[in-house]
Structure formats: structure tokens, C-alpha cells
């Protein structure tokens, strides 16, 4: 009669604390789609600052596993936890017998509830030291969890070890009965088939998609297929020409000019020019307000540099740097090694013939209504924004350049 009680105790506070859970990871998924599929979403309650930031939490790779949100997998924890509780009972109906394999409810659940409370320790050190956002809604979870292992564990003899060592010995004497057997790779089969396709195609995580396409670029501390000179890719007169807008102190810029690099080295026939499109009110006269104060200045000095037969390097140099003030980008010019004739630089770069081809790339992108950055041209195509590095090679391909083979 003890052990039914306190059976039956241990069973209503298990309850208590999933069914707060569930709430919990419920919320967290709204939240989840919120951050990452509504654009017009408002701020979370629990984004209030850059440090505890659910929504920013939400935004990166690390919120999924297998392209799953992590909200989704708590919610399947919670849900099984409750299987679990009721198996007893679930186990009288003809088609949930299977049930019966559960021998050791509590054991069970111990040992879901310690794995948890591991892999949340795990990722709220991620979330400390790699995202450096909190999300206290996904904390409120680690507790839980935790709080569900220390009511499972009570009364089990050998404590958390003893859980884990009778959960392993039910799992093996499950599949001892062929029917089981076969029930439960067919389970695996499904459950892997789903967890590829989630994996594969990041249906459910726009930040795995995005790390996919564009992590090997926005992760880059410097451009390693940097080119020297004034010509990107192919010099022939027929060659195919991507043209790009870009502003020295766009963040995405600076992930495209290194995916460009890298897209003039796999083409025979590819050629890439760039234009300057700074939204710096200093030069750019279409801007009702201010973005990116310095750009201009940057702009000039990298015109200036193609003149010197240096403008790839200075290009990749600046959007490493980004120099803010022009001491900061004679500075940073006088120490970079590329043997710059400083006077004629200076000089070039506040020259009437700098400011009319700064000037001519802006009117030229205003009037075919490109206006933000990075804007990529080839053909009569204008594509606004950034393309996954996959996408972007079949425009180029689309647009007739050709890919080089492994003789070239």
C-alpha cells in the first residue's frame, strides 16, 4: 500500500511537471515559427535585451537538431513521459498490447529525464559561450526536466544508475520477441526516412538552410579566394559578366564578395565587375537618412586603387576592415603591403573622374530601381539580395557560363 502511494504521488507530480513543460515547448515552438517564418512578427515577452533573447536563440542553427525545431523534440519528450504513465492502462486495449514491454514506468522516465537535463546543460552552455543569448523559456525546460528525473529516481534502487541499467535490460528483453523485433525497425526505418528528409531539406530551420548556403562565407575572417589586380575571372570579350552593387560596410556584402570569388574560380567564361552602391548620404544624394556612414569615402579610395591596377585586393581588404573615417582607411591602406603609390591615391581618390564613375554606378542602379545592397546584374536580370552559393551558380549557368572541368 506504501509503494502504491507513493507510486501514485510520484505519478500526479511527473504529471504536474510535464504538463507545464508541454506549455512551455508549446510556446516556444509559437515563438520558434514566429522568429523564423513571420517577418512582421513583433519581439517575444522574453526578448528584452541582446543577453536574454528568445527570438535571437530561436534565429540560429543550434535551435534544431536533424532540422528539427528543438521545441518540437520537447514536446515529443513530454508526450512520451505521459505515454509511459499510462501504460498500464494503455496496454488493456488489443491494439496498444505492445505497451506491455513497459515494465519499469518510473525507470524509464528517470533516465529520459537525466539524458534531458545532460543535453540541456549542453546546450545552455552553447547558449552561453557560442550564441551568448539566453532563452529563459528553454531554461524553465532544463528545470523541469531535471525536476521530472529527481521524482522518477525516488525509491529505485542504485538511484540513476540503477534506472539506466533497467531501462537497457527491458529495451533487449523488448526485442527478444520477433514481432516486437520487427515492429521496431520498422519504427527506426520511418523515424529515419522523417529525420533525413527534415535534415535534407531544412523544411523546419531557415537557419540551417541559411548556414548551408552561406556559412562558409559569413564565418570567413578573411577571403582565401581573393584575387589581385582588376579583373575577376575570365578577360575574354565574350565572357558572361555578373555585375555587383555593392557597399563596404553591408554585412552580406561581405559574404557575397567571397562567394563571388570563389564563383569566378569554377567558370571558364565568368567575368565579375563591381560597382559601388554605398548608402552613405556623403555621396549617395537618393538616401533620406543615413546607414552606412563611411562607405563613400571607401568607395573612392577603392576606385582610386583600380587606377593603381589594385582594386581586388583593396576591395576584399575593406570589407575585412571596414575603416570608418579616412585616417582610419589611409591607415589601414599604408600598412597593407600592396606597394600603393599614397600621394596619387589620395588625390585620385577626391578626383572629379572618381566621383563621376561612384556617381554613374549609383544613378544607373536608382534608375532600374535597385537601391539596396548587395544587388547582383547579369543579362537583364537584377537579383536584390544575397543567392545561396548553389543557387548563384545556376543563374551563372543559366546565363551561359561554363563551368570548368577537371582538365582545367
Not at 533525413?196 to 538552410?209: E, H, Y
Not at 567571397?258 to 565568368?270: I, P, Q, R, V, Y
Not at 552613405?280 to 546607414?291: A, I, M
Not at 581618390?349 to 554606378?361: F, L, M, T
Request: net charge neutral; glycine share 6%; charged share 20%.
Amino acid at each position: 500500500m506504501e509503494n502504491e502511494n507513493r507510486d501514485l504521488q510520484k505519478t500526479r507530480l511527473i504529471s504536474f511537471f510535464v504538463l507545464i513543460g508541454f506549455v512551455v515547448t508549446l510556446d516556444l515552438a509559437y515563438i520558434y515559427y514566429q522568429a523564423n517564418f513571420n517577418q512582421y512578427a513583433l519581439p517575444s515577452f522574453c526578448s528584452v535585451s541582446d543577453l536574454v533573447d528568445c527570438d535571437g536563440v530561436a534565429r540560429t542553427v543550434e535551435s534544431q537538431f536533424l532540422g528539427v525545431p528543438l521545441a518540437y523534440w520537447g514536446m515529443f519528450l513530454y508526450a512520451f513521459i505521459i505515454m509511459l504513465l499510462a501504460a498500464d492502462k494503455l496496454k488493456q486495449f488489443p491494439l496498444l498490447k505492445c505497451m506491455e514491454v513497459f515494465k519499469h514506468k518510473f525507470h524509464y522516465i528517470a533516465s529520459l529525464g537525466l539524458i534531458s537535463f545532460v543535453i540541456s546543460m549542453s546546450l545552455l552552455f552553447i547558449s552561453l559561450f557560442e550564441i551568448k543569448k539566453i532563452c529563459v523559456m528553454c531554461a524553465v525546460t532544463y528545470i523541469l526536466d531535471l525536476g521530472i528525473a529527481l521524482v522518477a529516481v525516488m525509491g529505485i534502487k542504485g538511484s540513476f544508475v540503477g534506472a539506466i541499467k533497467q531501462s537497457w535490460q527491458d529495451f533487449v528483453d523488448a526485442l527478444k520477441p520477433i514481432p516486437y523485433r520487427i515492429a521496431f525497425i520498422f519504427v527506426m526505418l520511418c523515424a529515419t526516412a522523417f529525420l533525413s528528409w527534415t535534415f535534407i531539406s531544412a523544411r523546419f530551420s531557415p537557419a540551417l538552410k541559411f548556414n548551408r548556403e552561406y556559412g562558409e562565407f559569413t564565418r570567413a575572417t578573411n577571403n582565401k579566394y581573393a584575387v589581385k589586380g582588376n579583373l575577376l575571372g575570365s578577360d575574354a570579350k565574350d565572357a558572361v559578366v555578373l555585375h555587383i552593387y555593392s557597399d563596404y560596410m553591408c554585412p552580406m556584402c561581405y559574404a557575397c564578395n567571397t562567394m563571388l570569388h570563389k564563383l569566378a574560380g569554377e567558370f571558364t567564361n565568368l567575368r565579375i565587375e563591381h560597382h559601388s552602391l554605398p548608402l552613405d548620404t556623403e555621396c549617395n544624394t537618393y538616401l533620406k537618412q543615413e546607414f552606412h556612414h563611411g562607405s563613400c569615402t571607401m568607395a573612392r579610395y577603392a576606385e582610386a586603387a583600380h587606377m593603381q591596377g589594385k582594386f581586388w585586393e583593396v576591395n576584399s581588404l575593406f570589407f575585412e576592415k571596414k575603416p570608418a573615417t579616412e585616417d582610419e582607411v589611409i591607415e589601414v591602406l599604408e600598412n597593407s603591403g600592396f606597394g600603393l603609390d599614397m600621394d596619387k591615391l589620395k588625390k585620385d581618390a577626391v578626383s572629379k573622374e572618381v566621383e563621376k564613375i561612384i556617381q554613374d554606378d549609383i544613378q544607373y542602379a536608382v534608375a532600374n530601381k535597385q537601391i539596396g545592397t548587395p544587388t547582383m546584374k547579369m543579362g537583364d536580370d537584377f537579383e536584390m539580395g544575397v543567392k545561396g552559393y548553389h543557387e548563384l551558380k545556376k543563374w551563372a549557368i543559366k546565363h551561359g557560363a561554363k563551368p570548368k572541368s577537371i582538365f582545367d
